[in-house]
């Protein structure tokens, strides 16, 4: 079965900098995309960055030029480095990833992390 594993959140203060991890364990067959969600307490989930396998990328506007998002398709890995951290990045970051886990099962699933905390204040 396949379960996203993250690490990497935290306390950090203004223009501090973070590197979020997600790792997608077991059988992969294929992997289209992955990304990083984040939610604010009482605000809608909204998308961050997503990278696909073939390399490219989407950042939200309110992160571009301070967060950068790559893959490792050999560990099925996702990460976020995230520069000049500002309090209002401070949320709950979820990893998102769409996977084809079997030739024999469907060929698009979502799977969630559970979420990672970042908190960015002096």
């Known amino acids: 079965q396949v379960q996203l594993v993250e690490s990497g959140g935290g306390l950090v203060r203004p223009g501090g900098s973070l590197r979020l991890s997600c790792a997608a364990s077991?059988?992969?067959?294929?992997?289209?995309?992955m990304g990083w969600y984040r939610q604010a307490p009482g605000k809608q989930r909204e998308l961050v960055a997503v990278?696909?396998?073939?390399?490219?990328?989407n950042y939200a506007d309110s992160v571009k030029g301070r967060f950068t998002i790559s893959m490792d398709n050999a560990k099925n890995a996702v990460y976020l480095q995230m520069n000049s951290l500002k309090p209002e990045d401070t949320a709950v970051y979820y990893c998102?990833?769409?996977?084809?886990?079997?030739?024999?099962?469907?060929?698009?699933?979502?799977?969630w992390g559970q979420g990672t905390q970042v908190t960015v204040s002096s």
């Open positions: 990278i696909s396998s073939a390399g490219s990328t």
């Open positions: 077991g059988s992969i067959f294929s992997i289209y995309d």
């Open positions: 998102r990833a769409d996977l084809w886990v079997s030739v024999y099962g469907p060929p698009s699933e979502d799977y």
